[in-house]
């Protein structure tokens, strides 16, 4: 079956569209920059997040992608939907901000802060929290605690939103939630496999089962802070009951 191609005019288009990226870039980053100062600014999130990380898109990604999106569309006989008027709605990561946080528990009050922060910047919520994820603990866990979920297909966990400004704003930011040991995995897969799949179905297997490894290790840290939470716990339970023993009669 022949492959789908685009057109010279397409191509165009979609040169139109990057140049008028680049020519707005410097908003993007104002927009990173403010929502860093949000991030920086907060006890509760200073507390939490190991580290936060931020980028706008390279324009040689946002390209692939649009080519990609191009060819996707024509397959299937529909048309291109992306113009210069709505790309920076229907591209929703051209900014993009990361949370790192050390174990899996620590996302609900992160959650909890990051809508706080929405709500009083009147910042509008366009989607999530939506936690991408493949295994089903995660999925019970993250339904628990009311965030929704859907399938990672990258065998992946990460809790993702899409933020705007104001209601007159063009620019939205995705923003993403994960535990250092799913960056490790996010770091080695968007270095193989993006903008371009690897066509190594050795590498692309090897990259599975890294996936589970991270995701047994997020397991294994949840545990050890699970163990040092009772532990601490029963330490200051019996250092209260001792204390009353040793409360003298009046």
């Given at each position: 079956?022949?492959?789908?191609?685009?057109?010279?005019?397409?191509?165009?288009?979609?040169?139109?569209?990057?140049?008028?990226?680049?020519?707005?870039?410097?908003?993007?980053?104002?927009?990173?920059?403010?929502?860093?100062?949000?991030?920086?600014?907060?006890?509760?999130?200073?507390?939490?997040?190991?580290?936060?990380?931020?980028r706008v898109k390279d324009p040689e990604h946002l390209r692939a992608k649009l080519i990609k999106k191009g060819l996707a569309a024509k397959s299937k006989g529909e048309g291109f939907i992306y113009t210069k008027e709505n790309l920076f709605q229907k591209i929703n990561d051209l900014a993009g901000f990361r949370i790192l946080h050390l174990h899996t528990k620590q996302i609900e009050a992160i959650n909890v802060e990051l809508l706080n922060i929405?709500?009083?910047?009147?910042?509008?919520?366009?989607?999530?929290?939506?936690?991408?994820?493949?295994d089903d603990e995660s999925r019970k866990y993250f339904t628990k605690i009311g965030i929704e979920t859907t399938d990672s297909e990258t065998m992946y966990t990460s809790v993702h939103y899409v933020v705007q400004p104001n209601t007159k704003s063009v620019l939205t930011c995705e923003i993403q939630v994960r535990t250092l040991m799913e960056e490790v995995w996010g770091e080695v897969d968007h270095k193989i496999n993006y903008p371009e799949k690897a066509e190594s179905l050795s590498c692309r297997e090897q990259i599975k089962v890294l996936a589970r490894v991270?995701?047994?290790?997020?397991?294994?840290?949840?545990?050890?802070?699970?163990?040092?939470?009772?532990?601490?716990?029963?330490?200051?339970?019996?250092?209260?009951?001792?204390?009353?023993?040793?409360?003298?009669?009046?």
């Amino acid at each position: 079956m022949k492959q789908p191609t685009l057109t010279a005019i397409q191509l165009k288009l979609i040169d139109g569209m990057v140049q008028h990226y680049v020519d707005n870039q410097k908003y993007f980053i104002g927009l990173l920059n403010t929502l860093k100062g949000y991030v920086e600014t907060s006890d509760k999130l200073t507390e939490l997040a190991h580290s936060v990380k931020w980028r706008v898109k390279d324009p040689e990604h946002l390209r692939a992608k649009l080519i990609k999106k191009g060819l996707a569309a024509k397959s299937k006989g529909e048309g291109f939907i992306y113009t210069k008027e709505n790309l920076f709605q229907k591209i929703n990561d051209l900014a993009g901000f990361r949370i790192l946080h050390l174990h899996t528990k620590q996302i609900e009050a992160i959650n909890v802060e990051l809508l706080n922060i929405f709500d009083e910047q009147k910042w509008l919520k366009l989607e999530g929290p939506c936690a991408r994820t493949w295994d089903d603990e995660s999925r019970k866990y993250f339904t628990k605690i009311g965030i929704e979920t859907t399938d990672s297909e990258t065998m992946y966990t990460s809790v993702h939103y899409v933020v705007q400004p104001n209601t007159k704003s063009v620019l939205t930011c995705e923003i993403q939630v994960r535990t250092l040991m799913e960056e490790v995995w996010g770091e080695v897969d968007h270095k193989i496999n993006y903008p371009e799949k690897a066509e190594s179905l050795s590498c692309r297997e090897q990259i599975k089962v890294l996936a589970r490894v991270t995701s047994s290790c997020s397991r294994l840290v949840d545990s050890i802070f699970l163990a040092h939470e009772e532990n601490t716990s029963a330490k200051i339970k019996s250092k209260g009951s001792i204390k009353k023993k040793l409360t003298p009669l009046k």
